[in-house]
């Protein structure tokens, strides 16, 4: 199971989808064998969708012993991860914590795309602030990838509202905004955990 938009966005840039095992019903939880079974078949440089955490639907991540695994077959398999990190934060209570797989997947010399919502986590719904990272080799790996990003984004959007990314900017790099969002988000998490116990 994934986000419902996802499955139109990929489709509808021309990619072939296909899905791979994930939840398993029977005890709530990651389905981590199913999982890695169906990712050790994806053909060799396939993109790969991964929540980074608090997945959507289910809530439920890998533990960071699985993400080790999982990125050691996505670097045999010579995938391209894809991360969506929409809700960092409300898995664990901790950005840092709940970013720790992507991280992890560059640590291991993995180029991997993130794409990062502030919509939920900073209450910044209709906005449309968020980033989109991609981890490249080297400087002219970037220069070429940024070419290509900017041809796709003149035509769709050109230049993205203001509002929100002033806002968010001034969240982070701010000490004391950045402090007490923090601290919300944190809230935010504990009540989340709470109501699902």
């Known amino acids: 199971p994934s986000w419902g938009n996802h499955t139109p966005i990929f489709r509808d840039a021309g990619l072939e989808l296909k899905g791979y095992r994930y939840y398993d019903p029977k005890t709530c939880g990651f389905d981590f064998t199913g999982a890695l079974d169906d990712i050790s078949k994806i053909p060799e440089q396939s993109i790969i969708l991964f929540h980074a955490c608090a997945h959507n639907p289910t809530g439920v991540d890998p533990r960071q012993e699985q993400w080790k695994e999982l990125a050691a077959v996505v670097k045999s398999r010579r995938l391209f991860p894809f991360f969506d990190m929409a809700y ?3 898995a664990s209570g901790d ?7 992507v991280r992890y997947f560059i640590q291991e010399g993995l180029n991997v795309v993130v794409s990062q919502s502030y919509a939920k986590n900073m209450g910044l719904y209709g906005e449309r602030v968020g980033a989109f990272t991609v ?3 080297d400087p002219d790996e970037a220069k070429r990838v940024e070419s ?5 984004i003149r ?3 050109s230049n993205p509202p203001l509002n929100g990314a002033r806002i968010a900017a001034s969240i ?4 004391e905004l ?3 969002w923090l601290q919300e988000v944190k809230g935010m998490a504990n009540r989340i955990i709470s109501m699902r116990e």
Request: aromatic content about 10%; proline content about 7%.
């Open 95 to 101: 950005t840092d914590r709940d970013a720790w797989a």
């Open 172 to 175: 982070l790099t701010q000490p």
């Open 135 to 137: 981890v490249c080799s």
């Open 178 to 180: 950045r402090s007490e």
């Open 148 to 152: 290509q990003l900017k041809i796709l």
């Open 88 to 90: 960092q934060g409300f």
């Open 155 to 157: 035509p769709m959007y």
